[in-house]
T-cell receptor, first 112, second 116 residues
Framework: KNQVEQSPQSLIILEGKNCTLQ??????????LRWYKQDTGRGPVSLTI?????NTKSNGRYTATLDADTKQSSLHITASQLSDSASYIC???????????FGTGTRLQVFP | DVKVTQSSRYLVKRTGEKVFLECVQD?????MFWYRQDPGLGLRLIYF???????EKGDIPEGYSVSREKKERFSLILESASTNQTSMYLC???????????????FGPGTRLTVL
């Protein structure tokens, strides 16, 4: 069964600190993996998309990694800001079904 | 910038009412999608459309229908609302092709529907 699992479910950090969010998937055959940021009361916004051959991709203070062998991805946030408080959703695309499989998200709260 | 708008941010309806949720995108995207989002669950696809007047069932279409009469507008219809349809509804659009081709979906702000 195609699944995407994220950890932790929630995370609290202090402003200025770094953090790493995890995503494990069992989707096969794999096509690509996206990270979305969803602010409270808003729709998700794409941060990065990674294909099979990409190991690392950065978007400002956000850096995503992908290990296609172990089927794991991480999102690292550097020097966190209050505006980083949001849910971060990992989404994997299956190439055969052409569907998106969504994780349940990690809720990040950044406090001053 | 792609803009996807949804007709209401918050909606309260009674059981048995017919409910219309409207979504409009302004970037001439071919594909449009309706999802629902519930606590502890990932986004779940209700219906999608790859062209005008075309619709395909997603993973949880029961109790819903859709309409796409114009390219920019995709409507979700709850024929007879029930309490288990209380949820956040998210509309999305993408240019063309599918997720496997790297096509990014752009989401609207969501409609939080409460059915009493």
């Amino acid at each position: 069964k195609n699944q995407v699992e994220q950890s932790p479910q929630s995370l609290i950090i202090l402003e200025g600190k770094n953090c790493t969010l995890q995503c494990n998937y069992t989707v096969s055959p794999f096509s690509n993996l996206r990270w979305y940021k969803q602010d409270t009361g808003r729709g998700p916004v794409s941060l990065t998309i990674m294909t099979f051959s990409e190991n690392t991709k950065s978007n400002g203070r956000y850096t995503a990694t992908l290990d296609a062998d172990t089927k794991q991805s991480s999102l690292h946030i550097t020097a966190s800001q209050l505006s980083d408080s949001a849910s971060y959703i990992c989404v994997v695309s299956a190439s055969v079904t052409d569907k998106l499989i969504f994780g349940t998200g990690t809720r990040l709260q950044v406090f001053p | 910038d792609v803009k996807v708008t949804q007709s209401s941010r918050y909606l309260v309806k009674r059981t048995g009412e017919k409910v219309f949720l409207e979504c409009v995108q302004d970037m001439d995207h071919e594909n449009m999608f309706w999802y629902r989002q519930d606590p502890g669950l990932g986004l779940r696809l209700i219906y999608f459309s790859y062209d005008v007047k075309m619709k395909e069932k997603g993973d949880i279409p029961e109790g819903y229908s859709v309409s796409r009469e114009k390219k920019e507008r995709f409507s979700l219809i709850l024929e007879s609302a029930s309490t288990n349809q209380t949820s956040m509804y998210l509309c999305a659009s993408s240019l063309e092709g599918g997720p496997a081709m790297g096509d990014t979906q752009y989401f609207g702000p969501g409609t939080r529907l409460t059915v009493l």
